[in-house]
Nanobody, 123 residues
Framework: QVHLVESGGGLVQAGGSLRLSCAASGRTFSEYATGWFRQAPGKEREFVASISWSGGSKYYTDSVKGRFTISRDNAKNTVYLQMNSLKPDDTAVYYC????????????????WGQGTQVTVSS
């Protein structure tokens, strides 16, 4: 089992920044790829970014490329999502997830999920 807890969400004005953190406990977190997904009201959960267990491979959805950066510190069992130049369309609940198979860009394969953290971007 891997237990994931997100933090760092909040209310920010458009153009601002937030850094989300995902703290993991349980099985060896460094063996898992990690992904960030988000879900806005009335919309399906969508992929945001993912990172391989080593941090050597990273993937982003097109709408966040150049603005968001995913990273991880395996010594701290933590994954981060640095979000810059935030837009109102980024408003959503952001979820951290772990995948033993690799940094997939779809939700299938992610076995473990956190409870989510709310990000609200005002215009």
């Amino acid at each position: 089992q891997v237990h994931l807890v997100e933090s760092g969400g909040g209310l920010v004005q458009a153009g601002g920044s937030l850094r989300l953190s995902c703290a993991a406990s349980g099985r060896t977190f460094s063996e898992y790829a990690t992904g960030w997904f988000r879900q806005a009201p009335g919309k399906e959960r969508e992929f945001v970014a993912s990172i391989s267990w080593s941090g050597g491979s990273k993937y982003y959805t097109d709408s966040v490329k150049g603005r968001f950066t995913i990273s991880r510190d395996n010594a701290k069992n933590t994954v981060y999502l640095q979000m810059n130049s935030l837009k109102p369309d980024d408003t959503a609940v952001y979820y951290c997830s772990a995948n033993p198979r690799g940094p997939a860009v779809v939700a299938y394969g992610y076995n473990y999920w956190g409870q989510g953290t709310q990000v609200t971007v005002s215009s």
